[in-house]
């Protein structure tokens, strides 16, 4: 995964992919693609090419604009094959081209790197590399709708995190840096919108400890600070104390709770706890209360998986007098194998956002089915019927959209 516009505050959670593996996820020999080997290298290239509807391409309440569009993606990921330590790189690039809305046609590309180095069978050091340059999302709350072009950003992250084993103790530590870089958009006529405010650098450290009580079952305690250090501050071009809040802040988060591995249906974690984020800015209120995490997947019969997640977050705004969102967003998706070759997901997200600052609170809600056929080891169709929404006392915030779309996937 890649980077996203704006800068949230979680736990890092990375070990639950490795936990469990539901029905969407089990190696299907029959139709995995193969890649092709190169000593100790697998490289698996593909293409994706998607075709969509959307009713409501902007994500706006007035002035809707409905278009079709495709989107052309073709990425690479390599793989080591060796018994310790591991590798992998992934690369992509991806292009729409919009039948109507052609101010849209703005390619996105970036990659990632991961190592892993094992100093010993109970203690490995891993290092994790992202570089991104997009596109932000019409449907994000942070995207202006009256510009032109979608914002662009660039980021990049570095993260090192290690963890060892000793007994029934296991502690893990990581810390990390990310920049965001905006770039400036035109808005109606040859008015340009400066974005130079959201440029933000963040860093982050984080620490747990866990400890088996017994067969499949763990007891947490993790915790995370991070700081957010913009670009436009007092004594910098472009700050004007009348108008623009300073936007630096930092914060913590302490939880506790339980890491599950029973047998085979149920894997994830719960944990609880509280989060605070102060702001440098007395014109800003900091955040402060009760925090939740939790990442479940629920194996309930050989062909059908439940995934659940939960979190409470705050992330940043695209607003210079608004710095953050605090958000609690629940997701719930079943994964069922109709067929060995046809995999049906139907998902629901809920987030509800409270502004730090004068602003109405607004309400999330996005739904969905998507199956997938695996036709062979080279090609997958999918199809995609999706419902979003956002409600808010304040019509800009508002949109209803619903987008229908067809893929096919070559694994070379």
Request: net charge neutral.
């Amino acid at each position: 995964m890649f980077g996203v516009a704006g800068t949230a505050h979680a736990q890092q959670i990375t070990y639950l992919a490795e936990r469990g593996i539901g029905v969407a996820d089990r190696p299907r020999p029959d139709y995995d693609p193969i890649g092709y080997r190169l000593d100790d290298l697998v490289v698996y290239p593909a293409v994706n090419v998607t075709t969509v509807y959307n009713d409501n391409f902007r994500a706006t309440s007035t002035d809707k604009r409905s278009d079709v569009y495709a989107v052309i993606r073709p990425n690479i990921r390599v793989a080591s094959s060796w018994n310790r330590n591991a590798a992998e790189v992934t690369a992509f690039y991806e292009r729409p081209f919009h039948a109507k809305l052609t101010q849209e046609n703005i390619a996105r590309f970036g990659g990632s790197g991961l190592g892993r180095y094992d100093i010993s069978r109970e203690t490995s050091l891993q290092l994790l590399v992202n570089g991104l340059s997009g596109v932000e999302s019409r449907t994000s709350i942070n995207s202006f709708i009256g510009s032109i072009n979608p914002v662009k950003y660039d980021t990049e992250d570095l993260s090192l995190s290690a963890t060892h084993t000793t007994g029934d103790f296991q502690i893990g530590m990581s810390g990390g840096a990310s920049r965001r870089n905006y770039q400036d958009v035109r808005g109606t006529g040859s008015a340009i919108i400066d974005q130079d405010f959201r440029d933000v650098r963040s860093y982050f450290g984080t620490a747990n400890l866990s400890y088996r009580v017994g067969p499949g079952l763990s007891a947490v305690i993790s915790g995370q600070v991070d700081q957010n250090d913009y670009s436009v501050v007092p004594g910098t071009p472009g700050y004007d104390p009348l108008t623009t809040v300073d936007r630096r802040s930092k914060g913590y988060t302490i939880q506790g709770g339980l890491n599950l591995e029973l047998s085979s249906l149920l894997f994830g974690t719960v944990q609880v706890g509280l989060l605070r984020r102060q702001y440098r800015d007395p014109r800003l209120r900091d955040f402060s209360g009760p925090s939740v995490t939790a990442q479940l997947l629920w194996n309930v019969t050989p062909l059908t998986s439940v995934r659940l997640d939960v979190a409470r977050t705050v992330e940043d705004t695209a607003s210079i007098d608004i710095a953050g969102n605090l958000r609690t967003r629940g997701s719930v998706a079943v994964d069922h194998e109709l067929f060995r070759y046809v995999i049906i997901t139907a998902d629901a997200i809920y987030s509800h956002l409270s502004p730090n600052g004068s602003l109405p609170s607004s309400n999330e809600l996005a739904f969905g089915i998507s199956p997938r056929y695996l036709v062979n080891r080279h090609i997958t169709v999918i199809g995609t019927m999706r419902h979003e929404q956002r409600t808010s006392d304040l019509s800009l915030f508002r949109f209803k959209q619903n987008t229908i779309s067809a893929a096919v996937q070559y694994n070379f």
